[in-house]
């Protein structure tokens, strides 16, 4: 009864943050910046052609999405606290509609580059922005709650390819625009978000600076969860991204590859909403080993052409939780870097900066067909990064169970 009761508080605790309607309006938010992400790679022939691009230069696109992001998630972190919610995740929604719009637009690359930037200042403002919302408006229940919101990323990231594959990579432009207009049209109910902490204290931003004296241990934690999140976004930016061009290199036509790129994001979908539940049950160390083991194997398996499309959903199905599974962890692990939130969303944006030019050399180097085998290594760096920090954290108070 006691335990009924806690929890009763702290939904209703969690209420306050958000009415109904904002609620369903920032799950409408991931969706949209699930389908602004993915509709770079479905686009990258149109865009080669369109201005005389090599595949590492196509690339960049992505990457400078990412370096946005990355400077939007820091950005968020700094403010946050300092500046109500609703004027952060309205500048960010704003942000998005502005780039969406100047990259459909742009009449050269370097401008094209610009709006990519632009637009992904506004994705890192609503990533880490509603991640840490929701991380701290649900209490226990958070994993699930974040899986969930998280699972909204990938409905976004089916959306985007499946419209590109529909329409042909030449009509990406009003793709683009009509996500940036449903991005603008969001700023209506930020009026459900809650502008500051329930107990009306300051919120994290403004004291999260790690103190001098962290220890080395500490430190060590924090640089495998970096890792591990560095690389695992590595690998799910760089399906999200090439698998459309090695499908086509190893024999499928144009449709078919966007479509199964399109099922990638929708088993990445699934596969959050399904261990939503089991995350009230197993330990976020035992989920995410076994996501990182899951996407190795697919990988490896993404390397024979007949194979190739199947394994690459399951590469969707078994990365899924990682991301939000693995924040709540983190926070029990390093509560002495309290800042470390904001620090492994912004560096695992870095993996993907580097996925569409790493990959792109790789293409030029080697082959299409390498493009599996080297997020194979990455994914095996992860599965190795998660072994390590499970026996680490075993011994540290509050660990997760398992």
Same mark, same amino acid.
């Given at each position: 009864?006691?335990?009924?009761? /806690?929890?009763?508080?702290? %939904?209703?605790? $969690?209420?306050?943050?958000?009415?109904?309607?904002?609620?369903?309006?920032?799950?409408?938010?991931?969706?949209?910046?699930?389908?602004?992400?993915?509709?770079?790679?479905? /686009?990258?022939?149109?865009?080669?052609?369109?201005?005389?691009?090599?595949?590492?230069?196509?690339?960049?696109?992505?990457?400078?999405?990412?370096?946005?992001?990355?400077?939007?998630?820091?950005?968020?972190?700094? $403010?946050?606290?300092?500046?109500?919610?609703?004027?952060?995740?309205?500048?960010?929604?704003?942000?998005?509609?502005?780039?969406?719009?100047?990259?459909?637009?742009?009449?050269?690359?370097?401008? +094209?580059?610009?709006?990519?930037?632009?637009?992904?200042?506004?994705?890192?403002?609503?990533?880490?922005?509603?991640?840490?919302?929701?991380?701290?408006?649900?209490?226990?229940?958070?994993?699930?709650?974040?899986?969930?919101?998280?699972?909204?990323? !990938?409905?976004?990231?089916?959306?985007?390819?499946?419209?590109?594959?529909?329409?042909? %990579?030449?009509?990406?432009?009003?793709?683009?625009?009509?996500?940036?207009?449903?991005?603008?049209?969001?700023?209506?109910?930020?009026?459900?978000?809650?502008?500051?902490?329930?107990?009306?204290?300051?919120?994290?931003?403004?004291?999260?600076?790690?103190?001098? !004296?962290?220890?080395?241990?500490? +430190?060590?934690?924090?640089?495998?969860?970096?890792?591990?999140?560095?690389?695992?976004?590595?690998?799910?930016?760089?399906?999200?991204?090439?698998?459309?061009?090695?499908?086509?290199?190893?024999?499928?036509?144009?449709?078919?590859?966007?479509?199964?790129?399109?099922?990638?994001?929708?088993?990445?979908?699934?596969?959050?909403?399904?261990? /939503?539940?089991?995350?009230?049950?197993?330990?976020?160390?035992?989920?995410?080993?076994?996501?990182? $083991?899951?996407?190795? =194997?697919?990988?490896?398996? %993404?390397?024979?052409?007949? &194979? +190739?499309?199947?394994?690459?959903?399951?590469?969707?199905?078994?990365?899924?939780?990682?991301?939000?599974?693995?924040?709540?962890?983190?926070?029990?692990?390093?509560?002495?870097?309290?800042?470390?939130?904001?620090?492994?969303?912004?560096?695992?944006? =870095?993996?993907?900066?580097?996925?569409?030019?790493?990959?792109?050399? +790789?293409?030029?180097?080697?082959?299409?067909?390498?493009?599996? $085998?080297?997020?194979?290594?990455?994914?095996? =760096?992860?599965?190795?990064?998660?072994?390590?920090?499970?026996? &680490?954290?075993? %011994?540290?108070?509050?660990?997760?169970?398992?």
């Amino acid at each position: 009864m006691h335990t009924l009761s /806690a929890r009763s508080a702290k %939904a209703g605790s $969690a209420d306050r943050w958000f009415s109904t309607p904002a609620i369903v309006a920032s799950c409408v938010g991931f969706i949209l910046i699930g389908a602004l992400q993915s509709l770079y790679g479905p /686009a990258l022939p149109a865009l080669r052609e369109e201005f005389g691009l090599s595949p590492s230069g196509a690339g960049l696109a992505l990457s400078a999405h990412f370096i946005g992001g990355v400077t939007g998630v820091l950005a968020f972190d700094r $403010a946050y606290g300092r500046i109500g919610n609703r004027a952060l995740l309205g500048v960010s929604y704003a942000l998005m509609a502005v780039g969406g719009i100047a990259f459909a637009l742009a009449p050269n690359w370097p401008l +094209a580059l610009l709006g990519a930037l632009v637009t992904g200042l506004g994705f890192g403002g609503i990533d880490y922005g509603l991640n840490q919302l929701f991380a701290t408006g649900f209490g226990r229940r958070s994993p699930a709650m974040l899986n969930i919101l998280n699972a909204h990323f !990938g409905i976004g990231a089916i959306i985007g390819p499946a419209l590109i594959g529909a329409l042909g %990579a030449d009509r990406y432009p009003a793709v683009f625009v009509v996500f940036a207009v449903l991005a603008a049209l969001l700023l209506i109910p930020l009026g459900g978000v809650r502008d500051r902490t329930p107990d009306g204290g300051p919120q994290p931003a403004s004291a999260t600076a790690p103190a001098a !004296g962290v220890s080395a241990r500490t +430190a060590s934690l924090l640089g495998v969860f970096v890792l591990l999140y560095v690389l695992h976004v590595g690998v799910e930016a760089g399906v999200g991204g090439w698998e459309p061009t090695h499908l086509e290199a190893v024999g499928y036509g144009t449709a078919l590859a966007a479509s199964a790129t399109s099922v990638y994001w929708l088993m990445l979908t699934l596969g959050r909403f399904l261990v /939503a539940p089991l995350t009230l049950r197993w330990s976020e160390p035992a989920i995410i080993a076994v996501s990182c $083991a899951g996407m190795s =194997v697919c990988l490896l398996a %993404a390397v024979l052409p007949g &194979a +190739a499309p199947y394994a690459y959903a399951g590469v969707g199905l078994f990365i899924a939780p990682i991301f939000p599974t693995g924040l709540p962890w983190l926070k029990r692990a390093v509560p002495a870097a309290q800042r470390a939130g904001a620090l492994v969303i912004a560096a695992s944006m =870095v993996g993907g900066v580097a996925a569409g030019p790493v990959l792109g050399r +790789a293409i030029e180097l080697f082959e299409v067909r390498m493009v599996p $085998a080297v997020l194979f290594v990455l994914a095996a =760096v992860c599965l190795a990064a998660t072994w390590w920090l499970t026996r &680490a954290t075993r %011994a540290v108070p509050g660990a997760p169970r398992g």
